[in-house]
């Protein structure tokens, strides 16, 4: 059951509730019977297993096309080193 946190709007009591999500929200402060509000907080958010990230979808072997500019920069050297003076 997750827990709620609310705020008195009269003595500005902070305090928290567990609750059901089907379970009517409080009207009234416990300490001045006031009334209160809910207390909205940022999430924490995990993300958990592939397909998350930027570096997920791309493939650990690398692709035929970059491995042509490599072929092509050995064969220019050698070509270089080989033609006579």
Known sequence: MPTYEYLCNKC????????SFTDP??????????GVRKVYN????VFKGSGFYKTDS??????????????????????KTSKPD
């Open 58 to 79: 791309r493939s650990s072997t690398p692709s035929k096309t970059e491995s042509k500019p490599e072929a092509k920069t050995e064969t220019k050297s050698e070509n």
């Open 12 to 19: 500005e009591h902070a305090f928290e509730v567990v609750q």
């Open 42 to 45: 940022n999430v924490g958010v």
């Open 25 to 34: 929200a409080i009207e009234q402060c416990p300490k001045c019977q006031g």
